[in-house]
């Protein structure tokens, strides 16, 4: 949901940062991100008191380190908005640092930094005295488990949800294990229902649901939704997903050794597959694509529940729909090499990695970074740009989708360039 | 096959076992037993059970069977016999008791090491159908009380040791801070997208031998690697529940494991040295999943050394000049074939490689193999008694001159650990990587 129509979408290239100088400046620096609309770059660096920060610099300026310096800085984040957060800890206490503000709280650590699509919310999971809670925007929880994983973020910010160990499980207690020790929290408020296992909680859209894959007993499996459990049992599940407009809630499931998907009660399509995992809705929740493999080793997508005819025989990774849902992409391995496949046309080219590709708003273009002997480019509709660099971000369209926002180095230098595919 | 003699059981004393049985009723067993043989091994169980002709030249590579002074009741036959074969003859129509001896014989008296498949002349691979016997105990419930707790924690976790998400990075920038005392640049490169290389470990690493760590970052660095390390679960390679007949679970680790590689975009895994963890991302969890292969190149740390010394990736001081033997890994030996590698390295980095007998494919387990050794203090004594004859190939290795036994696995770690204790052997244990890091030249 990032806002790109105030961005400056003038064809050309714009130096934002020589890095040869960063190198003078400091001792040690980490990989280079560039903000979403590409007008600033930063780093984590070490300064001349052995201290870690973050500096950033945009055109025309000087670097600029944050004013304060830590022992420990990991997972610089550049929010969609353009603010930039980091974990930061001094004297073993940690906590979350948003453009060099940091939060009031600290605790023994924090981990698993989550930002809303707005970018104007932030989550962390914490640990202090080894009590577990999560955190939104400096505030922790009110209650402590003595274990939580799997922490997810609602969309509007206000909520999280994590796995939490509510009956404590210690080393060799495999018959308290078997009665069910874990459960999900919400704001801190766990399920009644306890579970065998509980994985990948998450949100529906309003927030006012909360669903996760568990495990009953060794030979169950099924899906719970605000602590209920799916009526049907079914031999293994993976991660559930509601959809973008409404309640409805789908997993895959596997029965009989094949894999389906499932909604509570029943089948979403009839077909069944070999394998059949990460479906993706559309946006208007009409879609349904995932990565299905129809046969032992071989790989493809279906959407709405018929697959494409080309498959790939060693990994498929990175489905995406187009937002209006009729297009779909995604990056396949094949005989040992990496592409890009598009409403089942794999593109020409074959490289050593691919990203996941990106489509215009209007879905009329697509393009993805790919990596050929260390050097990365973009490919737009099947064809490669001329040009490479030796670090790239993922492209960005302009809002009418005849520009790409490129942020890239290329000899030492991080540019933004925008690029017309007139 | 023809009827076995009846075996005089001493009894266990394991509680997730006798537990377990407690809950089993005869209906239970006949239905569960049927459901897998029905739905999950089809024609080649019956064929594998059918084509035995009790010949026993099996038992001649069983390291049980020798250990225990050829007592045929270790004999890889003998242990079909007491588990699958009866099962099958009896249609699945037998006691909880069975069961309880079924399950001591499948979890603890075969290291699933596939030696002696090589010397049954059908090639018959008895830990496969040791381990339908293992799958049939997990879902009566029916497992060692330590090896089910470790894939409870798997199933928790993502790791074998119930390491929780921080403990997890704290450890690896414990190691980093620590290796920055040596070389002030190092690096333990957190979720780097798009690196080229993503290592993996196995739970005991950060847990109790966290030194690995440091150790594998700074080869990674003398190397000029361009690598990375996950800060989410799916750090861990390894995996219990493949042993303990938890393959549901299983899949789910080795989703978790590749997705946490290629979600970082790695081009491929180098992982630690490890046997089982080897088996399963290779081999078992992979095509559970669906995947014929890894679905990206799964590189075991004997062929990434093998990389550094034969690209010259690395320069070492001198080498290392203590007399060395090597204890080859059933499982990426028999399992891949990595012994010439291993050798190669071996004579890269050791002045003096003395060959302990019998070696590469025909090695003798260490016994801490296929879970075994995970099944914990219950079954240690007998584990050991059961390597006997590896106590004696270390012995006869000794006797020519080695004094350090390079076993790259950290189960083999665990199993010959126990066996110079306990047959007072002697040598010393190292890792491939131990003597790496002892003889490079560490990076500016
Ligand atoms: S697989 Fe190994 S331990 Fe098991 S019976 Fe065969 S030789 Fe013995
Ligand atoms: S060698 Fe083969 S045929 Fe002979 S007893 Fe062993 S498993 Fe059976
Ligand atoms: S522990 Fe080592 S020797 Fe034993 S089975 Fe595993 S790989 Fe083989």
């Given at each position: 949901m990032i806002d790109t129509d105030n961005w400056d979408w003038e064809p050309g290239r714009k130096t934002v940062a020589d890095l040869s100088l960063w190198q003078e400046s400091y001792s040690y620096?980490?990989?280079?991100?560039?903000?979403?609309?590409?007008?600033?770059?930063?780093?984590?660096v070490r300064n001349e008191d052995e201290e870690f920060t973050v500096a950033t610099q945009a055109p025309g300026k000087e670097i600029q380190p944050w004013e304060n310096a830590y022992e420990k800085v990991w997972n610089l984040k550049y929010g969609p908005e353009g603010r930039l957060s980091a974990?930061?800890?001094?004297?073993?206490?940690?906590?979350?640092?948003?453009?060099?503000?940091?939060?009031?709280?600290?605790?023994?650590?924090?981990?698993?930094?989550?930002?809303?699509?707005?970018?104007?919310?932030?989550?962390?999971?914490?640990?202090?005295?080894?009590?577990?809670?999560?955190?939104?925007?400096?505030?922790?929880?009110?209650?402590?488990?003595?274990?939580?994983?799997?922490?997810?973020?609602?969309?509007?910010?206000?909520?999280?949800?994590?796995?939490?160990?509510?009956?404590?499980?210690?080393?060799?207690?495999?018959?308290?294990?078997?009665?069910?020790?874990?459960?999900?929290?919400?704001?801190?408020?766990p399920w009644k229902q306890t579970f065998m296992n509980v994985w990948e909680p998450c949100f529906s859209k309003d927030a006012s649901h909360v669903a996760a894959s568990v495990r009953t007993n060794y030979q169950d499996y099924t899906i719970a939704v605000d602590g209920k459990a799916w009526d049907r049992n079914y031999s293994s599940v993976w991660a559930p997903l509601f959809s973008p407009t409404d309640d409805t809630l789908i997993a895959p499931v596997k029965e009989n050794g094949r894999w389906f998907l499932a909604t509570d009660g029943g089948k979403v399509w009839d077909a069944s597959f070999c394998q059949l995992w990460h479906p993706a809705y559309s946006q208007d929740g009409n879609r349904i694509a995932a990565i299905v493999a129809p046969d032992f080793g071989l790989w493809t997508v279906a959407v709405d529940g018929i697959a494409w005819e080309a498959t790939f025989n060693e990994f498929l990774t990175d489905l995406v729909l187009s937002p209006d849902g009729q297009r779909a992409g995604c990056v396949f391995k094949h005989d040992g090499m990496w592409g890009v496949a598009v409403d089942g046309k794999p593109w020409q080219g074959r490289f050593d990695m691919a990203w996941k590709p990106v489509f215009s708003r209007d879905g009329n273009h697509v393009a993805a970074k790919v990596e050929t002997n260390g050097s990365y480019t973009v490919v737009v509709d099947g064809i490669?740009?001329?040009?490479?660099?030796?670090?790239?971000?993922?492209p960005i369209f302009s809002?009418?989708?005849?520009?790409?926002?490129?942020?890239?180095?290329?000899?030492?230098v991080f540019y933004r360039e925008i690029v017309d595919l007139g | 096959m023809t009827d076995s003699t009846a075996v005089p059981d001493k009894g266990t004393d394991d509680q997730g076992i006798l537990t377990g049985v407690e809950q089993l009723s005869p209906e239970k067993i006949e239905r569960i037993i049927n459901e897998v043989l029905s739905s999950e091994t089809g024609a080649k169980l019956k064929v594998y059970v059918d084509t035995c002709v009790s010949c026993g030249l099996c038992s001649e590579g069983c390291h049980f069977y020798l250990s225990r002074d050829k007592d045929p009741k270790f004999s890889p036959a003998a242990k079909v016999k007491q588990t699958m074969w009866e099962i099958m003859r009896k249609k699945g129509k037998v006691s909880p008791e069975f069961i309880k001896k079924a399950a001591v014989v499948a979890y603890t008296q075969c290291n699933l090491c596939k030696r002696c498949a090589m010397y049954c002349p059908f090639g018959l691979d008895i830990a496969y159908v040791l381990s339908v016997m293992r799958r049939i105990c997990h879902r009566l419930g029916v497992v060692p009380l330590y090896i089910q707790d470790t894939a409870h924690s798997h199933s928790v976790t993502g790791n074998q040791m119930w390491v929780k998400d921080d403990e997890w990075v704290d450890t690896l920038m414990w190691q980093e801070e620590e290796a920055r005392d040596e070389v002030p640049n190092l690096r333990i490169p957190l979720d780097v997208e798009g690196a080229d290389t993503f290592y993996s470990v196995i739970g005991p690493e950060p847990k109790f031998r966290a030194q690995l760590i440091y150790q594998a970052a700074m080869i990674m660095t003398a190397a000029g690697e361009d690598w990375t390390m996950p800060s989410t679960p799916g750090w861990d390679n390894s995996d219990m529940c493949m042993f303990t007949g938890d393959y549901e679970m299983m899949e789910r680790l080795k989703k978790m494991h590749f997705e946490a590689a290629t979600r970082l975009k790695a081009k491929r895994i180098v992982m630690g040295e490890c046997g089982h963890a080897f088996r399963s991302v290779y081999d078992m969890g992979n095509r559970a999943l669906g995947w014929k292969m890894p679905p990206i190149p799964i590189v075991h740390a004997i062929e990434y050394y093998h990389e550094l010394f034969s690209q010259d990736k690395i320069k070492i001081k001198k080498k290392f000049d203590r007399p060395v033997t090597l204890h080859d890994p059933c499982n990426i030996v028999r399992g891949r074939g990595l012994h010439e590698m291993a050798r190669s390295v071996v004579n890269s980095t050791c002045k003096t490689f003395i060959e302990m007998t019998p070696n590469r494919e025909h090695n003798y387990c260490c016994g801490a193999g296929g879970g075994v050794i995970n099944c914990g203090p219950p079954f240690k004594n007998a584990r050991v008694e059961s390597t006997k004859i590896k106590a004696e190939q270390l012995f006869a290795a000794k006797a020519k001159g080695a004094e350090v036994v390079i076993a790259p696995c950290h189960n083999c770690h665990g199993g010959l650990e126990d066996v110079i204790h306990h047959y007072g052997v002697d040598m010393e244990l190292k890792f491939l990587g131990d003597i790496i890091y002892e003889i490079m030249e560490i990076p500016e």
């Open positions: 620096t980490e990989e280079f991100f560039a903000s979403p609309d590409g007008e600033t770059v930063a780093a984590i974990l930061i800890s001094d004297m073993a206490e940690w906590t979350v640092s948003t453009d060099d503000v940091p939060w009031e709280n600290t605790f023994d650590f924090v981990w698993n930094m989550a930002l809303t699509p707005a970018g104007d919310h932030i989550a962390v999971s914490a640990q202090k005295e080894l009590q577990y809670s999560a955190v939104i925007d400096d505030r922790p929880w009110e209650t402590q488990f003595s274990r939580l994983t799997g922490m997810a973020l609602s969309q509007d910010g206000k909520h999280t949800a994590a796995v939490v160990e509510t009956v404590q499980v210690l080393e060799a207690e495999i018959f308290k294990f078997r009665k069910g020790c874990y459960s999900v929290a919400i704001d801190g408020t490669p740009l001329d040009r490479s660099f030796s670090r790239l971000e993922a809002p009418d989708g005849s520009r790409l926002l490129l942020r890239g180095v290329e000899k030492d | -």
